[in-house]
């Protein structure tokens, strides 16, 4: 028993080591130098072998190399290539090798985010990203910023300060009265908005089925003549890249309407909200400045590393009041405390990835991030015309939309190119029709990626149609 080390010495001596460190280093840096050469998504041997991970609890401690060997053996294998070029099923960007090298930094700091006083870096760092975003988005100066894990989290925090502010004109006080009783809010948003709009709505009480549903046109856009007359007591939520098609709401005109009824306008802007940093895309988010919250993913078009949602707010009174803890020992400052700014309180340095991305490529380098994204969607969309594949929406941003010339040969075309491991796309459903969902994302997408893919799309197409016509001769 003397010789038996207490797990505290055995960590003390582990910190002091370098070994553990440069095991990881070198299997990241295998990871990277295999990226471009390795399935985009898991070949099912990878995804069998996932079976090593499924064990009974240790009863005492495991070697620290060995348990790093098997994640990199087992674990690295049954990843998906979001960090490669061929990946195109959700809107998941690449990640900015600077910046996964801060990242690298920003997790042996492991700070907690929520208090000055918890982290002062932390602090300064959300300050900077926080002026930072509202200067290269283009909304009001003293806009606030939450960095929390996503823009579903965005959105619901965006919604609840919008909720608690209308009750609040209306002299009602929901932090300290609760919704019981407290005059209605009319919810107004286009037929056509995701479903974490409806999820943020159902868990803050106000419920998906009482919404005001506004038709949208063939690309998903509101339609603008068709809003209902709003209130002081509206929340309108307008979309700024419809998750299928692109699109953009008509935010402009929207925005007048509910200026002049005194409503709340709330931007969901999760991947399209970046197209306000480019020169040629601006107009689509055109009078955005005239709403009240946007909820943005910095990991979606910008590139970050998971997770970075941000909830921007140009009301900073009333988005504190909304998210605010309250207790003896909660330190607040002179500085910024980020916690006064999201629902969560212990949290990661989220913001710090943020203001590495910006410091490094700056604000040139986001619209050129952009462009690129935009630019690679178009040609996807161009090669894929040429090729025999019908293309059902308006490319206007980073979304594409694909068939084939039946559902089924859709279905199965995708299914093929899946499997081929060549690239990887989504399904959705249309207009009541199964589509490919393309989505274009990551900075490392070149055109020789889209190339490839187109390539692989047709091939996939091929294999469908053959495998057609051997059922039908067997019938």
Not at 19 to 25: G, H, S
Not at 75 to 93: E, K, L, Q, W
Not at 171 to 181: A, H, T, Y
Request: aromatic share 8%; hydrophobic share 40%.
């Amino acid at each position: 028993m003397a010789d038996r080390k207490s797990l505290q010495e055995k960590m003390l001596q582990l910190s002091r080591s370098r070994e553990l460190f440069e095991q990881a280093k070198s299997y990241s840096f295998e990871y990277l130098d295999n990226v471009e050469k390795r399935n985009v998504f898991p070949t099912d041997p990878a995804q069998q072998d996932l079976k090593f991970f499924d064990e009974s609890l240790p009863e005492n401690s495991t070697d620290p190399s060995e348990m790093l060997h098997m994640l990199h053996q087992y674990g690295s294998p049954a990843t998906v290539t979001h960090t490669g070029g061929r990946y195109f099923g959700f809107v998941i960007g690449g990640v900015l090798p600077p910046v996964m090298a801060a990242k690298w930094l920003i997790d042996t700091w492991d700070q907690n985010s929520v208090l000055y006083v918890t982290s002062p870096i932390s602090s300064k760092l959300e300050a900077v990203s926080e002026r930072w975003l509202v200067e290269l988005l283009d909304l009001p100066i003293d806009t606030a910023a939450g960095f929390v894990s996503g823009s579903s989290v965005a959105t619901m925090s965006g919604l609840i300060t919008g909720r608690n502010e209308l009750l609040k004109r209306s002299g009602w006080d929901v932090n300290s009265k609760g919704l019981f009783d407290a005059p209605p809010i009319r919810v107004i948003l286009g037929a056509e908005a995701h479903s974490s709009v409806s999820k943020a709505l159902s868990m803050i009480g106000l419920g998906k089925d009482r919404v005001e549903l506004v038709p949208v046109d063939e690309q998903g856009r509101m339609n603008a003549s068709k809003v209902p007359l709003l209130d002081s007591n509206s929340l309108v939520i307008l979309q700024a890249g419809n998750v299928n098609s692109g699109s953009f709401d008509p935010i402009d005109e929207i925005c007048d309407k509910a200026n002049q009824a005194n409503a709340w306008v709330h931007i969901d802007g999760a991947f399209g909200l970046w197209a306000a940093a480019s020169k040629s895309k601006q107009y689509l988010t055109q009078g955005i400045e005239k709403a009240d919250s946007w909820s943005v993913d910095a990991h979606k078009t910008l590139n970050t590393p998971y997770d970075g949602g941000v909830i921007l707010c140009r009301h900073r009174e009333a988005m504190a009041s909304a998210m605010q803890s309250v207790g003896s020992y909660i330190l607040y400052s002179e500085n910024r405390d980020g916690m006064l700014y999201t629902p969560e309180m212990s949290r990661r340095n989220r913001a710090a990835e943020i203001w590495a991305t910006l410091k490094v490529i700056g604000r040139n380098g986001v619209e050129e991030l952009v462009d690129g994204l935009c630019e690679r969607s178009k040609q996807f969309e161009g090669l894929m015309k040429e090729n025999g594949f019908q293309i059902l929406n308006e490319v206007v941003f980073n979304q594409i939309l694909v068939t084939c010339n039946s559902a089924e040969e859709t279905s199965a075309t995708l299914r093929n190119l899946q499997q081929s491991g060549e690239a990887w796309c989504g399904g959705a459903t249309w207009h009541n029709q199964n589509v490919i969902r393309v989505s274009v994302s990551s900075w490392a997408t070149t055109e020789e990626d889209i190339e490839q893919t187109v390539s692989a799309f047709v091939i996939a197409r091929e294999e469908s149609r053959r495998k057609s016509l051997v059922s039908n001769f067997s019938k």
